[in-house]
């Protein structure tokens, strides 16, 4: 093992140690964090400890990168050299993020029509001739209706534990959100029940599970796994181009298109909305004001400010 292992390895463990008990991370996090560790180990086999230059090549924005992946991938970098800073561990520069692009990304406004398309491939994914799973059957026509039903993320819906679905309450408590805030979303009964005859058919399957969609294996569903069966049934049933995204967007613009005009009504909803699809500003949440037309003069007439001021360029992904 060379010095720059030994010593590297050691304070990484010791950030991670730290971030599982203050905040506590996720497998994304901790991947991040060891393709950096590889590089260094690949790169720089001489060094003795972390350096400037180290930190700087790895944060260099590559050909292939926007500045928003760009930025996504030196986060938790920027997280590991603030603490060895501020524990006199390192003497080493943050690394800048820099300007994200303007999203060019229009999220797709559903019809009725294509998402009673839509579901109906989810229950049938696994039927008609099609490769079977027990797993896949099951999983797949209820992620996606409580994707459609609830707003959250698609990270927030593959994460979720078995432990943190609260059936006699209805609400789900996201541990995993963007970043490491924790929210509750308060569920339609409808939803609670398809969530709860999910849950009696899946505990026959595999007893004891710990994420609630869990793989055969015990592991969560990766993003890309979603993505596929997304586009599997999407485009069985409709021509038009879709992403899972896309119900998120439909929930919060469904949402405030059914609001009353009324001022105290209506900040009060927007505030609740806010909070149940995990924004930590509420600038975050305004940004769907933007693109959803009949709204757009209610927010200028409610803030009496410019709409463009309010409304600031968010990642579609928030």
């Not at 929210?183 to 849950?199: C, E, F, I, R």
């Given at each position: 093992?060379?010095?720059?292992?030994?010593?590297?390895?050691?304070?990484?463990?010791?950030?991670?140690?730290?971030?599982?008990?203050?905040?506590?991370?996720?497998?994304?996090?901790?991947?991040?964090?060891?393709?950096?560790?590889?590089?260094?180990?690949?790169?720089?086999?001489?060094?003795?400890?972390?350096?400037?230059?180290?930190?700087?090549?790895?944060?260099?924005?590559?050909?292939?990168?926007?500045?928003?992946?760009?930025?996504?991938?030196?986060?938790?970098?920027?997280?590991?050299?603030?603490?060895?800073?501020?524990?006199?561990?390192a003497c080493i520069e943050l690394p800048v993020l820099m300007k994200s692009e303007k999203s060019k990304y229009i999220p797709h406004s559903f019809t009725e029509e294509e998402l009673k398309a839509f579901f109906f491939e989810c229950d049938h994914i696994c039927k008609d001739g099609r490769r079977f799973s027990n797993y896949k059957n099951l999983v797949v026509p209820v992620l996606f209706r409580l994707l459609y039903s609830s707003g959250i993320r698609t990270t927030e819906a593959r994460l979720l534990k078995r432990e943190d679905v609260?059936?006699?309450?209805?609400?789900?408590?996201?541990?995993?959100?963007?970043?490491?805030?924790?929210?509750?979303?308060?569920?339609?009964?409808?939803?609670?029940?398809?969530?709860?005859?999910?849950?009696?058919?899946?505990?026959?399957?595999?007893?004891?599970?710990?994420?609630?969609?869990?793989?055969?294996?015990?592991?969560?569903?990766?993003?890309?796994?979603?993505?596929?069966?997304?586009?599997?049934?999407?485009?069985?049933?409709?021509?038009?181009?879709?992403?899972?995204?896309?119900?998120?967007?439909?929930?919060?613009?469904?949402?405030?298109?059914?609001?009353?005009?009324?001022?105290?009504?209506?900040?009060?909803?927007?505030?609740?909305?806010?909070?149940?699809?995990?924004?930590?500003?509420?600038?975050?949440?305004?940004?769907?004001?933007?693109?959803?037309?009949?709204?757009?003069?209610?927010?200028?007439?409610?803030?009496?400010?410019?709409?463009?001021?309010?409304?600031?360029?968010?990642?579609?992904?928030?």
């Amino acid at each position: 093992m060379t010095e720059i292992e030994k010593n590297l390895g050691t304070e990484i463990e010791l950030f991670l140690n730290y971030k599982n008990v203050s905040s506590g991370i996720n497998s994304v996090y901790i991947q991040a964090l060891r393709r950096f560790e590889k590089f260094c180990y690949e790169n720089y086999a001489d060094q003795k400890e972390l350096t400037q230059e180290m930190i700087d090549s790895w944060c260099q924005k590559r050909s292939s990168e926007l500045n928003g992946s760009r930025n996504t991938r030196i986060k938790v970098v920027r997280a590991f050299i603030k603490f060895l800073n501020q524990r006199g561990l390192a003497c080493i520069e943050l690394p800048v993020l820099m300007k994200s692009e303007k999203s060019k990304y229009i999220p797709h406004s559903f019809t009725e029509e294509e998402l009673k398309a839509f579901f109906f491939e989810c229950d049938h994914i696994c039927k008609d001739g099609r490769r079977f799973s027990n797993y896949k059957n099951l999983v797949v026509p209820v992620l996606f209706r409580l994707l459609y039903s609830s707003g959250i993320r698609t990270t927030e819906a593959r994460l979720l534990k078995r432990e943190d679905v609260d059936f006699e309450n209805g609400i789900l408590k996201i541990r995993k959100g963007k970043g490491s805030d924790k929210h509750y979303v308060a569920l339609h009964s409808s939803t609670v029940d398809m969530l709860k005859k999910y849950d009696f058919a899946m505990d026959k399957l595999k007893k004891n599970r710990t994420y609630f969609f869990e793989k055969s294996n015990g592991s969560f569903f990766d993003k890309s796994w979603l993505s596929r069966c997304f586009r599997e049934c999407w485009y069985r049933a409709n021509k038009t181009s879709a992403v899972p995204y896309d119900l998120r967007h439909n929930y919060a613009t469904t949402n405030i298109n059914s609001w009353e005009t009324d001022s105290f009504e209506f900040n009060d909803k927007l505030f609740f909305l806010s909070k149940s699809m995990g924004h930590k500003k509420l600038v975050s949440t305004l940004y769907y004001y933007s693109i959803v037309p009949r709204l757009s003069e209610t927010i200028k007439d409610k803030t009496e400010s410019d709409l463009n001021e309010i409304i600031k360029e968010v990642n579609y992904e928030e």
